[in-house]
């Protein structure tokens, strides 16, 4: 059996031995790997009729259309104002869970990535001042 022709040959893997015959079987298996990948993509490219797919987005993007509401915008200005969720929520008599929820919701509808990201996004927008 013949040693797989990517493999080192002897001891030191830096020293790879590979012949002549072995440098035309490689190429040969690429070429003939290369041919099969192309003719599968021809037929892959020629049943296709061309036609588009009308895309309908799901119900978790059409929140992120949605504008926050006047609770969540209030909750924005105190996170800009540099409160942390349990100073929110003492602030408008809310549990830290229900601020914790305003908070996932802005996040969300401003396509924001931290809450940093939402301020500023509030600020671009006008909706806190």
Same mark, same amino acid.
């Given at each position: 059996? !013949?040693?797989?022709? %990517? ?5 030191? =893997? ?6 002549? =015959?072995? #440098?035309? *079987?490689?190429? @040969? ?5 290369? /041919? ?6 021809? /037929?892959?490219?020629? @049943? $296709?009729?061309? =036609? ?5 987005? +799901? ?5 992120? *259309?949605? *504008? +926050?509401?006047?609770? *969540?915008?209030?909750? %924005? ?5 540099? %409160?942390? @969720? /349990?100073?929110?929520?003492?602030? %408008? ?19 924001? !990535?931290? #809450? ?8 671009? $927008?006008?909706?806190?001042?």
């Amino acid at each position: 059996m !013949r040693p797989h022709p %990517l493999k080192p040959v002897g001891a030191c =893997a830096d020293t790879t031995l590979v012949d002549a =015959a072995e #440098r035309k *079987e490689i190429l @040969n298996r690429y070429r003939d790997h290369s /041919r099969r990948f192309e003719a599968a993509a021809a /037929r892959r490219n020629s @049943n $296709r009729t061309g =036609a588009v797919i009308p895309f309908t987005p +799901p119900p978790a993007l059409r929140e992120l *259309e949605q *504008e +926050p509401t006047a609770r *969540e915008i209030q909750v %924005l200005q105190l996170v800009a104002d540099g %409160l942390v @969720n /349990r100073e929110i929520g003492q602030q %408008l008599f809310l549990s830290e869970e229900t601020v914790k929820s305003h908070v996932r919701h802005l996040l969300a509808k401003l396509q924001a !990535r931290s #809450r940093a990201h939402a301020v500023a996004v509030g600020f671009r $927008r006008g909706l806190i001042a």
